[in-house]
């Protein structure tokens, strides 16, 4: 069959935004650009989609060949594409997004294209929309955390309740309160204490925990009421 | 500045979900197919993106060339993009979806493209993958349900609480427990009840309730637990 006729067709871009979490903070990863427009500027992973390639391989694709990432669970966000947002030629770029633990890629990332971590909340400013890009992908996640058990993925086998909540107050820039945060985790059921205390944070310790992996799929519901007002997060 | 050299370039589509509740159940609007490919099925309302157009705009002015629906809240949800998704032409679609209150639209609507309203549970198959974007688009619906108060906006401002486990039950495609439903409703603290009864629907009858205006978004929160184990909607 032959093609459609008289149809505007476009550049299709991917952008990648990659948070981590490395024990304390929720970074995120960003390459040094070095080619025109915005040369020398901080931007998230990007490149354009080939004639050949699903939006999925590609954003693979592009993430690995600017940072040496691989098999990175990469969820797609949004579609963006204001008339302006690339200055030499309308483009669209679908957004993903994914969360990482920092320590696990540590030995794959390469630094050929400047890849550095960035703390969340001291970023430097980004090129074209990649602003905004993270700034709904960071509502994303808080989304995501609400309903999902994901952020526990990003935990060592066993883990003190202070790192589970630097985790969750990463998330969600804000701080929670210890003792209800304490309180509604272990009403949940879900966790296993440990016998042995984790030292070098504090001098009293606090005792590591363990997830109940026969119970935490199906119990998770229970997490729901971790973040006091979820929707407040979830206005815009 | 000339333009980027070497690259791909595509068309763009527009598929455009719209759920609707009729006051007892959520049916989905399809279009009538006129032209090839794939003439004569059903189909998402969809179109190509012009050159001047952002993806909203593209989305709000596709949905009534086809169905005459102006100023519906769509929602962009994602871009497929499998290699033969379109047999005419590599195209790529970013998919909207929207649930509005059938009867508040009744006028507006269009038949000049077929525009019809089908039960979720009973529609036709549909062309290219726009089953897959329906199928999405329910997880979607599901997933804000849970955490935001939108459904509500679909209701009268009088219901009873048949009416709106209805609504809830529509979106979940589930029975829910009347007495765990209308025990959790209550105790959020956000109905006000009124003196008088809806009688057409049962012999007994239903008493009326109203939103509490001044506390239904602060204390939406409460609304959390009306969906037994809202993770399992939310698994893929």
Known sequence: ???????????????????????????LLLVHRDIEPEKDKWSLMG?????????????????????????????????????????????FSIAYYALIDIHKYEQQLSHKHHAEWFLVGDMPDLIFDHNDMVKMAKKRLQYKA????ILFQLLPEKFTIPQLQALYEGIYQSKLDDRNFSRKLLSTGLLIKLPEKEKLSSKKGAFYYTLDQSHYMENFHSFLNFIPNPDRFFKD
């Open 1 to 27: 069959m032959s093609k459609y006729k008289g149809q505007d067709r476009f550049l299709l871009a991917i952008d990648c935004i990659v948070f981590g979490f490395d024990g304390a903070n929720i970074k």
């Open 47 to 91: 490149g354009f989609v080939h004639a050949d390639e699903a939006p999925d391989d590609a954003a693979n694709r592009i993430l690995e060949e600017l940072t040496g990432l691989k098999s990175v669970y990469l969820e797609q966000m949004q579609t963006f594409g204001a008339l302006n947002r690339d200055p030499v030629e309308r483009t």
């Open 146 to 149: 609400a309903l999902h058990p």
